[in-house]
């Protein structure tokens, strides 16, 4: 975008990595729902599309914003008249260190993920958002354990009766054939046969995109497909190595089988996992996808950012931070701005997307002395993406995000077709969740824009031999 505006500049892309994320097949299904894929392509391929853009390879070691100056790993120093900060966020593992905790959150521990699988047996999966969601549901052959701290299954996206609708595809046997994705992987050249087995914490990858499992061969060793057994409601209390838990002369726990009593395991694990219900079941390795955070710490030395609550670079309606020509847009920052009563931050692709882009913009009207208005991405939080195999859509205040007790949940669900899902306050629509192909996606973005009093539809909102879209085209 950037490039686009302003020919003539020079643009630096400071990249840790030598693959960039470029976004493909891009598709605006309605006024603020978008389908995208990601995809890395070669620096060299935006170099040659924009010859004013230079791609950087190198980690940031140091921002000097009074001198508004960049030095990077390799000792370089470059200077900015504008600087926008886009640096992610890091995963939130549960224990640093411990080379059994692998968490998942880019492309490069997602192989390292690979790679320790197609040994394993048994693992325990921690973390109840969309990265647990579509990881235990793609995994075969090997036992799984999932703890979340939720007592339903994708608490960030769903209520538990979405969870109810979408549990029965975790254990059904038959499974679909996925849905085909086109993606193109680049790995960097030479790095195939180095050791590099923990996806250390501290190394910056690339975000996962939304498919990021496909073409991963997420097969453990068993021949069996699916076995995944959920503890509710429970955190990892403690990580023992196999020694301390000989020593600790404790009890761990076989792969539960229909509501029998759970017998001690007779097998040795390379590790355990002690949860705060008091359980302790051995496995291979623990994945930890409870999260990001966002990457802040190689900016903040020497400089006066405000932060937001989650640690974020707040930044204002024009993305800018609080430094003057330090601007920030994706995971690494927190609006700042007074939302839209139905538009929330999540850290998510789409939103990374929009950010950035919207930032170039602002970017661009400052430097020109134009005036710009919020992008109209902001006035509705909207969502498209794929768990177990269903599309899903969210919108708006799809948990009832904020409402506290004033509001009302209307629901339809036909078992295993459709989920919907719409939160209403005072007549009128605020949130929607969409499981299924029902095609309503377009009619409840409208109505959740122009929050129009629906009271006198009562039910029949969702009444499925009513055709809503032709009252409200």
């Not at 195999?389 to 708006?396: D, T």
């Amino acid at each position: 975008k950037l490039a686009m505006e302003f020919p003539s500049e020079d643009i630096f892309l400071m990249t840790a990595s030598p693959v960039i994320k470029a976004v493909t097949n891009f598709k605006q299904v309605s006024k603020t729902l978008e389908e995208f894929d990601v995809e890395e392509q070669p620096s060299s391929l935006l170099e040659k599309r924009y010859p004013n853009i230079k791609v950087i390879q190198s980690g940031v070691k140091q921002l000097r914003s009074d001198e508004h100056k960049i030095v990077t790993e390799d000792g370089k120093e470059y200077m900015y008249e504008k600087l926008c900060l886009c640096a992610g966020a890091k995963p939130k593992l549960i224990f640093e260190g411990n080379p059994y905790v692998l968490g998942i959150r880019d492309t490069d521990s997602a192989q390292a993920f690979q790679k320790n699988l197609a040994q394993a047996e048994r693992i325990v999966v921690v973390g109840n958002g969309g990265i647990a969601l579509e990881l235990v549901y793609e995994i075969q052959g090997c036992e799984v354990i999932w703890a979340i701290k939720d007592k339903a299954i994708g608490n960030t996206f769903f209520d538990a009766g979405a969870a109810e609708f979408l549990v029965p595809k975790l254990t059904a046997e038959k499974r679909e054939a996925p849905i085909a994705c086109k993606r193109t992987k680049y790995t960097m050249e030479g790095n195939e046969d180095k050791e590099r087995p923990i996806a250390a914490p501290d190394r910056l990858g690339s975000a996962l995109g939304p498919d990021w499992h496909e073409g991963l061969h997420l097969k453990g060793t068993k021949e069996f497909s699916h076995k995944v057994h959920i503890e509710i409601l429970c955190e990892v209390k403690k990580i023992h190595l196999q020694q301390e838990f000989i020593q600790l002369q404790r009890t761990s726990l076989t792969f539960p089988k229909e509501e029998k009593n759970v017998e001690p395991d007779e097998v040795l694990w390379p590790v355990y996992v002690e949860l705060t219900n008091g359980k302790i079941y051995g496995c291979d390795f623990i994945v930890s996808a409870t999260g990001v955070v966002p990457n802040v710490k190689p900016f903040l030395d020497g400089n006066n950012f405000a932060l937001g609550e989650d640690g974020g670079l707040k930044v204002d309606k024009h993305m800018r931070t609080s430094l003057p020509d330090v601007y920030a847009a994706g995971d690494i920052c927190t609006a700042a701005w007074e939302p839209s009563p139905v538009w929330h931050q999540m850290r998510l692709w789409t939103q990374a997307r929009q950010m950035g882009w919207y930032a170039a913009k602002c970017m661009a009207a400052d430097t020109l002395g134009e005036s710009i208005d919020l992008d109209f991405c902001f006035e509705l939080f909207a969502h498209v993406t794929k768990f177990f195999n269903y599309k899903v859509v969210v919108l708006g205040k799809y948990n009832a995000q904020g409402l506290g007790l004033d509001h009302e949940l209307m629901l339809r669900c036909t078992k295993g077709q459709e989920y919907v899902k719409v939160v209403m306050q005072n007549g009128r629509m605020m949130g929607a969740v969409l499981i299924g192909e029902t095609d309503l996606e377009e009619t409840f973005e409208n109505l959740i824009l122009n929050q129009m009093d629906l009271s006198a539809y009562g039910e029949d909102l969702l009444n499925p031999d009513i055709d809503i879209e032709d009252y409200f085209d």
